[in-house]
């Protein structure tokens, strides 16, 4: 499922969680992003779902249902979608 | 290790949620009176709570001196008051210091022009209105309307603060630089603090519950609490009570995370273990644990497995409550207010309660927990300070009949290591030499880091941890920071966001770089470092405030080893608002053009080739030269530059004719610019050039003197 929205979501990762030097395109769309995968953290998770939530306007639950929107860029552009999220920029 | 001796508690003050004084707060923090309500000071908007343990009733003087007062100082004013009358002391006729615990000072009142400044270069000018934004603004506060000090100090180690001001002040006590003390620390509720922690989702919309199993997060609270510490012979010999006394210290840093505490708690265990064996106390003579308890679901369960891991079976005698469900997190006044309430209950034989605390977390119940307000005869009781970056304080405090004299040794330190960041480059060891030359054309100091590692660091973090690394920081080192304002420019992007885009949007990750002592935090992390981390402040002489810290706590064995120096970054507030005006009442005569860097000393017990042989701290030059060594042959004195203030305050000194450098050409101007004097003076030790050299620092109001030699 790669696509505009997901190309998007990985550029605002690398821009927002600081990963100089990470090319976007090198995020596996699947690849967890917490934890193993591109070894994220909570504090990533909230600064993540700051970003999100001001380009997209969709908020990202704390708890169980960020871990579901937070799988992978993947799931994350579908928890976007499916909440109605329209890019601000 | 050394001895750091006894401090007998010979007077308290307290301000918080409820109460401003100690005969106010204490019977209703015993009673377990929550004074968490609606959030007045502030328009709470947006946040996740409106809820926080204001200070009701506080009225912030105006002197007729057109200084500006913060909330901060008002508390730190009430508090102080308070504990030097129970003293009964008067600091016009015995030596008595001043060290301030403190994370934001007079942000509360600065937020507004802060965001301003950031959005409106025309907003960027000197102000009164600023006067009371430097963390070192409250102990210059306190000097004025409750001193003369002999001495002051102000110390950020974030939520740890308040209690590092006892660590310091025990020091004084023992190399016997002072007769009494008076520590504490300062925390007004403000925005940035505030909306920071609301978007680390670290608060809890409710009144907190710490070691509850629904506990949420934090309630947010301001307050003050100081203390006078003396040492017991001399405060019997003058009549005064005391029914408590500070015993051990112990300081660590956990290298781990710069908001989360690793879930083991080891760190916190060895600085429990290095209290108690500080003062030659066992485990099982620990009878209750004011603990951290911020309510945060990781800090209590992490705190438990500490207590557990240091105290091992004999956790299940000492009871353990948790204050801040009564007064909220005063952040920087905690770890004052708490060992207060710790030695009061010492005082009484009655334990405060932990209020909310119904279902205790499976993860909590291995401690004794107090539910109500207890009896309980307690010789020996510990406090706990957790702070950001993993700096963890705590204190071992007893019963006064069950105080015996501790021995108190001083070691003799030593410099293994040098290191800096400038426009210079990265510079170690003798390298640093090049800090007495001429600027060249500049070169990027922070190439070596790991982009990684760094992502997260800003620019002062950044050059902290490329100078440690230079001056060849290892793993049971601390970090001792000297900066001036912190980083203003940070917070004031931070606030502008805030403002305009609500608390909401407002970045989580830069919140903790906003805390003074990040620096040091982030670069403890980088590097592995687990001894005391801590930033140091006292505008000019902050880089010079911050190495006389680490020497005195290696001199009294508060640590082995550490680097030491300073830190100041780029700020376009500090150049064009806060330099100005602050070297004007400092009477510094230098263009506000700012450069930006970091210089480090690694200090050490073991035997090197070079010594610091002294480090005095006055009110003048001229009280800091005489409290020195005379020069040995072939010496040399460093500064920032060789101005008028300098040869008045070397003037009739045995130090007079002594020729001297500065550094300021090379390294560029700004606050820290004692930390590369420091390092430069000790460079020319170890290259051979001179055999001793003094450095010092003279601003107005504040004067230090370091003096280095080669080891004989």
């Not at chain 1, 591109?38 to 700051?50: F, I, N, T, V």
């Not at chain 1, 997209?56 to 909440?83: K, N, Q």
């Not at chain 2, 030659?280 to 003579?285: C, I, P, S, T, V």
């Not at chain 2, 020069?631 to 003037?651: G, K």
Request: hydrophobic share 45%.
């Amino acid at each position: 499922m790669s696509d505009s929205l997901v190309s998007e979501l990985k550029s605002l990762i690398v821009r927002e969680l600081n990963l100089e030097g990470r090319d976007p395109a090198s995020i596996v769309d699947s690849a967890p992003l917490f934890g193993e995968g591109l070894g994220l953290d909570s504090l990533d998770a909230l600064q993540l779902a700051m970003a999100v939530e001001e380009q997209y306007g969709v908020r990202i639950p704390e708890g169980d249902g960020g871990r579901v929107a937070f799988a992978s860029v993947a799931a994350l552009a579908t928890w976007v979608r499916e909440h109605g999220g329209a890019s601000k920029g | 290790m050394g001895g750091v001796g006894v401090g007998a508690l010979t007077g308290f003050g307290v301000v918080c949620a409820v109460g401003r004084s100690v005969a106010e707060a204490w019977p209703r923090i015993l009673a377990g009176e929550r004074g968490i309500g609606p959030l007045t000071v502030f328009d709470g908007t947006g946040q996740r709570t409106s809820l926080a343990a204001e200070v009701k009733g506080l009225v912030v003087p105006s002197p007729v001196d057109g200084s500006v007062w913060s909330r901060s100082d008002a508390m730190a004013f009430e508090a102080a008051r308070e504990a030097l009358a129970m003293a009964g002391l008067d600091p016009r006729r015995v030596r008595v210091g001043l060290v301030v615990g403190g994370t934001t000072s007079g942000m509360l009142e600065t937020e507004e022009l802060l965001a301003r400044m950031h959005a409106d270069p025309t907003a960027r000018q000197p102000t009164p209105d600023m006067i009371a934004h430097p963390l070192s603004a409250t102990a210059d506060r306190l000097a004025v309307a409750l001193g003369p000090f002999t001495r002051a100090r102000t110390v950020c180690s974030a939520c740890s603060s308040g209690a590092n001001a006892f660590a310091i002040g025990l020091s004084w006590l023992a190399l016997g630089e002072v007769d009494a003390v008076l520590v504490g620390g300062t925390d007004g509720l403000c925005r940035l603090t505030f909306t920071g922690f609301n978007a680390l989702a670290a608060i809890d919309p409710d009144p907190c519950r710490p070691f509850d199993v629904r506990r949420r997060g934090l309630s947010i609270g301001e307050g003050a609490g100081f203390c006078v510490l003396e040492r017991p012979a001399a405060a019997r010999a003058r009549g005064a009570r005391f029914e408590a006394a500070v015993v051990g210290v112990g300081v660590t840093s956990e290298a781990h995370h710069i908001t989360n505490p690793a879930e083991d708690g080891a760190m916190p265990a060895e600085a429990v273990r290095r209290a108690l064996a500080s003062a030659g106390l066992r485990a099982e003579q620990v009878g209750y644990v004011n603990a951290h308890g911020t309510a945060t679901p990781l800090n209590d369960a992490m705190e438990t497995r500490a207590l557990v891991t240091a105290l091992g079976p004999h956790v299940e005698r000492a009871w353990v409550s948790s204050t801040k469900a009564v007064t909220g997190h005063t952040l920087a006044a905690a770890g004052a207010l708490e060992a207060i309430f710790t030695a009061l209950a010492l005082r009484d034989g009655e334990l405060p309660p932990t209020v909310g605390l119904e279902q205790v977390d499976p993860k909590c119940a291995a401690l004794r927990h107090v539910v109500t307000r207890q009896r309980a005869d307690v010789d020996v009781a510990l406090s706990d300070s957790f702070g950001f970056g993993g700096v963890d304080t705590v204190l071992a405090l007893a019963r006064a009949d069950r105080v015996d004299a501790l021995a108190v040794s001083r070691r003799s330190v030593y410099v293994s290591g040098l290191g800096s960041a400038s426009r210079l480059g990265a510079l170690s060891g003798l390298e640093n030499l090049a800090l007495l030359g001429e600027a060249g054309a500049p070169v990027d100091p922070l190439s070596g880091l790991d982009p990684a590692k760094s992502r997260r660091f800003d620019r002062h973090a950044r050059l902290a941890t490329v100078a440690l690394a230079a001056a060849g920081a290892v793993r049971a080192d601390g970090a001792f920071l000297g900066t001036a304002y912190g980083d203003p420019d940070g917070s004031a992007a931070f606030l502008a966001r805030v403002f305009e885009k609500g608390p909401r949007l407002a970045p989580p990750a830069d919140f903790p770089n906003l805390v003074p002592s990040s620096p040091a935090g982030h670069a403890s992390i980088y590097l592995g470092l687990q001894g005391p981390v801590m930033a140091v402040a006292d505008l000019s002489a902050s880089g010079e405030a911050a190495l006389a810290t680490a020497w005195e706590w290696i001199a009294m064995g508060l640590t082995d080893s550490a680097c030491a120096g300073s830190v100041e970054g780029p700020s376009v507030i500090a150049e064009t608002c806060l330099a100005p005006q602050f070297r004007a009442l400092e009477g510094i005569v230098r263009p506000s053009e700012r450069s930006d860097g970091a210089a480090v000393a690694r200090l050490t017990s073991e035997r090197s080739e070079v010594e610091v042989l002294a480090v005095a701290q006055g009110v003048d030059g001229a009280a800091v030269l005489a409290a020195l060594p005379p020069p040995r042959e072939c010496a040399s004195i460093v500064v920032a530059e060789d101005d008028a203030e300098i040869a008045a305050a070397l003037a009739g000194s045995a130090w007079a004719a002594v020729p001297r450098v500065d550094v300021l050409r090379a390294a560029g101007r700004h606050e820290g610019v004692g930390g590369f004097a420091f390092v430069a003076a000790c460079a020319r030790v170890l290259a051979g050039e001179v055999e001793c050299a003094l450095v010092l620092g003279v601003p107005r109001g504040r004067a230090y003197g370091l003096v280095v030699s080669r080891a004989r």
